[in-house]
């Protein structure tokens, strides 16, 4: 893997690690300038979203700690990623939750971004 490529990968580790967390806060100030207008959220029942509505769900999700593992980044060229993981959700009043999560990050004007999150259960 060469150099820049590294750094990316670091900071696409980064920015993910900033979502999850925004979400866990109810960060809605960092969730709104961190994703684009044109975000797109599969949630795990099938629902689609868009960045809107997701902003919305950020504010109310009652979600206590995550944790991540599996963690794999696909790269697509050099302006698209995808990163592919299990992710270990405990919600208020719940047992933890599995489910693999896919985030597509796109280099727009030398910034990576998160256009899509898809969640699938692991039953």
């Not at 797109?40 to 593992?69: M, Y």
């Not at 050099?78 to 999560?101: E, H, W």
Request: contains cysteine; proline residues 2%; aromatic residues 8%.
């Amino acid at each position: 893997m060469n150099a820049n490529r590294e750094a990316d990968e670091r900071e696409l580790k980064a920015l993910d690690a900033a979502f999850l967390n925004a979400i866990l806060q109810h960060d809605i100030a960092t969730l709104e300038q961190d994703l684009p207008d044109d975000f797109l959220s599969v949630f795990p029942d099938g629902r689609v979203a868009n960045k809107a509505v997701e902003l919305e769900n950020a504010k109310t999700v009652e979600l206590e700690s995550f944790s991540t593992d599996e963690l794999q980044v696909c790269w697509y060229g050099d302006s698209v990623a995808i990163l592919n993981f299990r992710l270990s959700l405990t919600f208020k009043g719940q047992k933890t939750k599995q489910v693999r999560d896919s985030h597509v990050y796109l280099k727009r004007n030398g910034h990576w971004q998160m256009i899509l999150g898809q969640t699938t259960p692991i039953f």
